[in-house]
């Protein structure tokens, strides 16, 4: 059984930088595709980043150069380097997997969660102003 955990969660000023990474136990192909999504109090799971086996990655407007996801197959880790933190980017953090393989990124799987299927507990960013 695949487990993914989350770590890497901080609380930091509006500027500053973070780097949360995800290990998964239990086995990720490389093929998979792997995500960050967050998810504030009373607001919808969004992501904000995702990656496949060939490297694409895409991320939405709100973090667009802001945000670098990316993996490391050998260690079975999915990183995601965050930049310029702003107040609005306070959430719980979550790493997530589509479990199956040869899996194509699109606008479709990088944004909804629905598509992934492992998902890690999470871990909060707190950006203060």
């Known amino acids: 059984e695949v487990q993914l955990v989350e770590s890497g969660g901080s609380s930091v000023q509006a500027g500053g930088s973070l780097r949360l990474s995800c290990v998964a136990s239990g086995g990720i192909h490389s093929s998979t595709c792997m995500a960050w999504f967050r998810q504030a109090p009373g607001k919808q799971r969004e992501g904000v980043g995702a990656?496949?086996?060939?490297?694409?990655?895409m991320y939405p407007d709100s973090v667009k150069g802001r945000f670098a996801i990316s993996r490391d197959n050998a260690e079975d880790t999915l990183y995601l380097q965050m930049n310029s933190l702003k107040p609005e980017d306070t959430a719980m953090y979550y790493c997530?997997?589509?479990?199956?393989?040869?899996?194509?990124?699109?606008?479709?799987?990088?944004?909804?969660?629905?598509?992934?299927?492992?998902w890690g507990q999470g871990t909060q960013v707190t950006v203060s102003s």
């Open positions: 990656i496949d086996k060939d490297g694409t990655t």
């Open positions: 997530a997997v589509v479990g199956i393989r040869n899996c194509v990124l699109d606008t479709v799987i990088a944004s909804n969660p629905a598509a992934y299927n492992i």
